[in-house]
């Protein structure tokens, strides 16, 4: 019912709004805007009120949590691209959702009495609330004057990054917090509390960070264990990112790696991000998020360093147009190096509720995949525009700059075949055995060849 009537209001309220705007000192048009105003306030509480009824605690949470994620990947690509707009915007959409998961828990909260669990859970917010979200907010304000002024400023983009992932921690920690619930029978024993060191930790959770595991499982064995649905999502994102590897594949194929120090990067970050994607399928080397982290970290090594070899190509580049693309993919792999990174670091955990194994970070485990098949495709977009911006500088300044004091562009030799097959020794003597060997003919059959012979 109150969808339907936020339905029905919906463009009567930007009608209200327009003719506002077109008349701001009209008080007709005011009073008109404030009762549609009202209107709308009011079937918007009873929605949300309606959803509450029928939203656990826990899924909030979750669905919170997943909501931040994105936003914090949205913010990130705001302040690449310059985008002063998408960055407020976003950065007050975390703002309200934290906001919002606060209010919520310490409401819930006060239907408990006070005890070991609501101190733990409400700790938990208060740290949101006093410490991150302020912190957040300075980081936010700081960028946007950094971008909004005339001249830009330069400002620390990992502060902006560390401050919006502590926002995704809060409020995952105070969903774990909130996990804590433990059976009558269990609390009674106050004992347990004492040794327990909490921390804001779910007793039911993994956090594979410090390789607190399940019955010595690790992350990589956790994520195996996925329900076949979510094992779908994740095999549906690899094969998108296997399309872009084999485009990789065939890039660098062409070229040999001697003296093309681009060429042997983009050969490690394809080998990298392959043990990344492996690692949401349960495979491969990397066991846990401190591995996958660390992977990042190389991804985004490998990434500055290819970074600095095609700025040094595109500075010798004559054409601007071939200059600008080049600079244009360079900027997408730090983008995407970021977000790597951002996704890398968010921590897998398993909860054990009702004897049902829960997973989380499926949604941070797709934007991984998503994230490295970004990255992929920059890297082939950057080899192919070094290559051309390369021939550009060739055909300017002569043969000698294809190879060039950066990079050298050599086709790679086609691997070499004998001319003649060459025969195994076992196939040449069965082949000389068979030959050898005697035919056997009747003398019945050879007087019948005689005499057709004396016919002609």
């Known amino acids: 019912m109150a969808a339907t009537q936020i339905d029905s209001l919906c463009p009567q309220v930007i009608n209200a709004a327009l003719t506002l705007a077109a008349r701001p000192q009209s008080k007709v048009a005011q009073d008109n805007m404030d009762v549609f105003k009202d209107q709308w306030e009011k079937q918007v509480r009873v929605l949300t009120e309606a959803v509450d009824d029928i939203t656990s605690v826990d899924d909030f949470l979750s669905v919170s949590e997943n909501h931040i994620l994105e936003d914090v990947n949205k913010c990130v690509i705001a302040l690449q691209e310059g985008d002063v707009d998408?960055?407020?915007?976003?950065?007050?959409?975390?703002?309200?959702?934290?906001?919002?998961?606060?209010?919520?828990?310490?409401?819930?909260?006060?239907?408990?009495?006070?005890?070991?669990?609501?101190?733990?859970?409400?700790?938990?917010?208060?740290?949101?609330s006093e410490t991150v979200m302020p912190r957040f907010a300075e980081q936010v304000e700081v960028a946007i004057e950094a971008l909004s002024a005339n001249v830009p400023q330069p400002f620390e983009e990992n502060e902006f990054i560390d401050a919006s992932r502590l926002v995704y921690d809060g409020v995952r920690d105070i969903r774990k917090a909130v996990l804590m619930i433990r059976t009558p029978e269990e609390l009674e024993d106050d004992s347990d509390f004492e040794q327990e060191d909490y921390d804001v930790r779910s007793r039911t959770s993994v956090q594979t960070e410090d390789d607190q595991l399940i019955a010595g499982q690790s992350a990589r064995a956790i994520m195996a264990q996925l329900p076949q649905e979510e094992k779908a999502k994740i095999a549906e994102q690899v094969e998108i990112f296997h399309q872009e590897k084999?485009?990789?594949d065939a890039e660098v194929a062409k070229w040999d790696d001697s003296g093309n120090d681009i060429i042997v990067l983009a050969k490690q970050m394809c080998m990298i991000m392959m043990e990344m994607t492996d690692f949401t399928r349960g495979k491969g080397p990397l066991k846990n998020t401190s591995d996958v982290i660390n992977a990042a970290k190389k991804i985004a090594e490998a990434g500055s360093r290819m970074d600095k070899l095609a700025r040094a190509v595109a500075d010798q580049c004559p054409d601007s147009a071939c200059k600008q693309d080049l600079l244009a993919y360079l900027q997408r792999i730090a983008l995407y190096c970021h977000q790597l990174n951002?996704?890398?670091?968010?921590?897998?955990?398993?909860?054990?509720?009702?004897?049902?194994?829960?997973?989380?970070?499926?949604?941070?485990?797709?934007?991984?995949?998503?994230?490295?098949?970004?990255?992929?495709?920059?890297?082939?977009?950057?080899?192919?525009?070094?290559?051309?911006?390369?021939?550009?500088?060739?055909?300017?300044?002569?043969?000698?700059?294809?190879?060039?004091?950066?990079?050298?562009?050599?086709?790679?030799?086609?691997?070499?075949k004998p001319l003649v097959k060459r025969e195994k020794p076992e196939e040449f003597q069965t082949r000389v055995r068979r030959g050898s060997q005697k035919k056997h003919i009747s003398p019945v059959q050879a007087l019948s060849e005689f005499k057709a012979m004396d016919s002609f």
């Open 246 to 248: 084999s485009k990789l």
């Open 342 to 416: 951002i996704c890398s670091k968010v921590k897998a955990e398993v909860q054990n509720l009702g004897g049902e194994l829960i997973v989380s970070g499926l949604d941070s485990a797709t934007s991984l995949i998503q994230a490295a098949k970004n990255l992929m495709n920059a890297v082939v977009l950057t080899v192919k525009a070094s290559y051309v911006a390369s021939t550009k500088y060739q055909k300017v300044y002569g043969t000698a700059a294809v190879n060039s004091p950066v990079v050298s562009w050599k086709m790679k030799a086609p691997e070499k």
């Open 86 to 128: 998408t960055l407020d915007r976003t950065a007050g959409a975390i703002r309200g959702r934290a906001a919002r998961v606060i209010h919520i828990i310490n409401a819930e909260m006060e239907n408990y009495e006070a005890g070991v669990y609501t101190e733990k859970v409400l700790e938990a917010t208060k740290l949101l």
